[in-house]
């Protein structure tokens, strides 16, 4: 004879626990794809899809729909309100992305919770009993899964960076397009505080013409002062894209670039392939980057990952 298992569910703690684990999974992909979202679309999309999986649970429609084709549904409407992908390639990527990061911190809490109780895996991997799982554990996995992640993203952008690597890039603003050689430096550590994307290193030199006439004229005069420049910018339209970028050198540690968003660029890759990367920065540096001429930007290792 087979013994009748029953199991109680706590709709409220398994909503609560659904909603936080999503809410942190979805943060966590964006800081990993660099995608700007905002916490009005991480709560909405982290409500619905903690709704969702409470649905599959109590509701008999959902709980007759196979596992699989279940789980592999459930990210969608979430991931649509909050990454508003704007292509398939980029849903699948970010899809793939929530499902890893989602096995990392599910896999790492429950093997918090037999390592904390003690509990010999045999006998209790089949066990029902969700009682002894609790926010504090959660919270110890996600961020222990965090540290993780970006640890493992900064060994390999490391390890395909160890050579010098130089990419051809190209920039359109106002109808003009320049070519330059980057580096793919791994000590760019540098973001745009404000957007948080990364930031592209290039001498003036290159992007002079692409610059207004009056800041062009406050760097022939090696101006220094920051805020000069961007009450400069602030008489025309280039006034809008424009970013004020922290960043710290030897001998300067509290230094300061200007900053703007260019029209389009473009970074070659393999098989003489150009790559749209449109949430980037370039901060425009005064001196030369490379004694030999190589090259005259610094590239991002983020964009190259």
Known sequence: ???????????????????????????????????????????????????????????????SINMVIYLIALPIIPIIIIFEPSNLKEFVQIFVISNIVALIIGGMSYGLIYWSKGYNLTTNIYSRSYNNFSLYLLFISIVAS????????????????SIEKLYPLKILHN????EVNALLDTGNKVYDPITKYPV??????????LLPEGIQKLYLKGEEDITCFVEEASKSEFGRRIRIIPYQSLGNPNGMLLGFKADKIYVGGRDNKEEYIEQVILAIYIHTLSKEGKYTALLHADLIS
């Open 1 to 63: 004879m087979y013994e009748l298992l029953t199991l109680e569910i706590y709709l409220d703690i398994l909503f609560v626990l659904n909603f936080i684990m999503d809410y942190f999974i979805f943060w966590m992909v964006s800081k990993i794809t660099y995608k700007k979202i905002t916490n009005k679309r991480l709560f909405l999309g982290s409500l619905v899809a903690a709704m969702l999986y409470c649905l599959a649970v109590i509701v008999p429609f959902f709980r």
């Open 146 to 161: 965090y540290i993780i992640i970006q640890s493992f993203r900064y060994y390999i952008q490391r390890r395909n960076t």
């Open 175 to 178: 109808d003009q397009v320049i």
């Open 200 to 209: 592209i290193i290039i001498e003036y030199a290159e992007i002079e013409k």
